[in-house]
T-cell receptor
Framework: GAGVSQTPSNKVTEKGKYVELRCDPI?????LYWYRQSLGQGPEFLIYFQGTGAADDSGLPNDRFFAVRPEGSVSTLKIQRTERGDSAVYLC???????????FGQGTRLTVV | KQEVTQIPAALSVPEGENLVLNCSFT??????LQWFRQDPGKGLTSLLLIQSSQREQTSGRLNASLDKSSGRSTLYIAASQPGDSATYLCAVSRSGGGADGLTFGKGTHLIIQP
C-alpha cells in the first residue's frame, strides 16, 4: 500500500491478556516509530527502529512492552499482562531515514476491560 | 527533558478569517519541527516540516515559521475554511545520542464556523 498500515484498527482485550499490534510501514522506509496517544493528549514516543534494530526504546513504560522488527519492514508491538491503564490509541509512523518527515498510520485503538 | 506547549488549546473562528496557532519548546537542540493535522478518530497527517536551519515553510494556505533560538513556531492559516476544522499538533525532533522520533504538544482544537 501507499501509506502506513496498522492492524487491527480496534482491539478489545481482558485485563491480564497478551496483545500484539502490527505495523506495515511505507515500502523502503528504514525508520519506524511507535507512539501511544491518550484522550486529549499528544502522541507519546515509545520506541524507534532503524532497520531491524531498536535504536531507542527509552519511551517504553515498563518491561511488559516489547517491540520487534525482524526483517526491517513490518513491526509488532507486544504488550504482556495488559492493564486498564494501557488503553489508548497506538500509532505507528515511518520515515525514509533518521530525522526526516514522518508518516503516520491510522492507529490501533486498544481497550482493556 | 523537552516540553512542547501549544496555545491556544482550542479556537473557534468564522470562515474566511486568517489565524495563527502557536507552539513553544524548551530545548532548542532540535533537528526539525513538524506540524500535523489530526481528524477525530484518525491518524496524523503531516502538513509541514521545517528543518532547524530554515525559518519558514509554505504549503498552499499554510505557512509555518521557526525561531529555533527562542523555541517558538507558528502555523498561519489563511482564509480558513470549514474543512480546516481539526486538531493541529506541533512536534519537535528528539535529539541526543541515537535518539530520533518526535516530542508532541497537546494540540490546538480548531473549529471553523461556516
Amino acid at each position: 500500500g501507499a501509506g502506513v498500515s496498522q492492524t487491527p484498527s480496534n482491539k478489545v482485550t481482558e485485563k491480564g491478556k497478551y496483545v500484539e499490534l502490527r505495523c506495515d510501514p511505507i515500502s523502503g522506509h528504514t525508520a519506524l516509530y511507535w507512539y501511544r496517544q491518550s484522550l486529549g493528549q499528544g502522541p507519546e514516543f515509545l520506541i524507534y527502529f532503524q532497520g531491524t534494530g531498536a535504536a531507542d526504546d527509552s519511551g517504553l513504560p515498563n518491561d511488559r512492552f516489547f517491540a520487534v522488527r525482524p526483517e526491517g519492514s513490518v513491526s509488532t508491538l507486544k504488550i504482556q499482562r495488559t492493564e486498564r491503564g494501557d488503553s489508548a490509541v497506538y500509532l505507528c509512523a515511518s520515515s525514509p531515514g533518521a530525522h526526516t518527515e514522518a508518516f503516520f498510520g491510522q492507529g490501533t485503538r486498544l481497550t482493556v476491560v | 527533558k523537552q516540553e512542547v506547549t501549544q496555545i491556544p488549546a482550542a479556537l473557534s473562528v468564522p470562515e474566511g478569517e486568517n489565524l495563527v496557532l502557536n507552539c513553544s519548546f524548551t530545548d532548542s537542540a532540535i533537528y526539525n519541527l513538524q506540524w500535523f493535522r489530526q481528524d477525530p478518530g484518525k491518524g496524523l497527517t503531516s502538513l509541514l516540516l521545517i528543518q532547524s536551519s530554515q525559518r519558514e515553510q509554505t504549503s498552499g494556505r499554510l505557512n509555518a515559521s521557526l525561531d529555533k533560538s527562542s523555541g517558538r513556531s507558528t502555523l498561519y492559516i489563511a482564509a480558513s475554511q470549514p474543512g480546516d476544522s481539526a486538531t493541529y499538533l506541533c512536534a519537535v525532533s528528539r535529539s541526543g545520542g541515537g535518539a530520533d522520533g518526535l516530542t508532541f504538544g497537546k494540540g490546538t482544537h480548531l473549529i471553523i464556523q461556516p
